[in-house]
């Protein structure tokens, strides 16, 4: 209850900034097909990481980004973890695990209308597509498509801003999920 009041006082403060919010795209080729990841870029702001992580719900589920669903489209069938991800686009989220791995989620759900959470939303963002931000477990834990670990890579200088990468390795690509001090990766392949 409480991050859920958390993000409405901040969607309250935020109005028209919304649409101002920073996105990013991480985009990668495997094969002859694209993969693409749109997503919001929080700040750190000098805020502490695992102090803001702390705040998450209790299936440990955060939203991998700011403002608006974080998307994962591929044109072809990948391979993570070991598990076939058919062509198509779907949310993504990550478990942040208090202790072990943290892990890479592929959800079929894309998002909830923000106008459906947040009834000031600004009209031309009633429509835009938000992640389930409490009980993404019972809400669309049944639509996942893939969960795999994430592996701790040793991080580059300190990101303020949460960013999402790909690096060409072999045929396939390492995407890696940086913020702060913390760093880490997954590898994406074409599907045999």
């Known amino acids: 209850m409480k991050m859920r009041f958390a993000v409405l006082a901040t969607l309250a403060l935020a109005g028209p900034a919304l649409a101002q919010a920073p996105r990013g795209a ?3 080729t495997l094969g002859t097909q694209k993969v693409t990841i749109d997503y919001g870029r929080p700040a750190l702001k ?3 990481l695992a102090v803001l992580m702390k705040d998450l719900p209790a299936d440990r589920i955060w939203r991998a980004g700011e403002n608006e669903v974080t998307t994962f489209t591929t044109e072809g069938p990948v391979s993570i973890g070991g598990k076939t991800v058919p062509a198509g686009k779907y949310s993504l989220y990550v478990q ?3 202790k072990g791995a943290w892990a890479l989620i592929l959800n079929r759900d894309l998002g909830v209308p923000l106008g459906k959470i947040w ?3 600004p009209e031309n963002m009633k429509n835009a597509p938000w992640p389930h931000l409490e ?3 019972k809400a669309i834990g049944d639509k996942e ?3 795999a670990k994430l592996k701790a890579t040793k991080p580059g200088p300190a990101a303020d801003l949460f960013t999402l990468s790909f690096a060409p390795k072999g045929t396939g690509a390492d995407l890696t999920l940086a913020w702060g001090n913390e760093s ?4 994406i392949k074409p599907a045999k």
């Open 26 to 28: 991480a985009v990668t």
């Open 46 to 48: 000098g805020r502490d």
């Open 96 to 98: 942040a695990a208090e």
């Open 119 to 121: 009834d000031k939303a």
């Open 135 to 137: 009980g993404y477990t």
């Open 145 to 147: 498509v893939v969960r």
């Open 184 to 187: 880490w990766s997954i590898e």
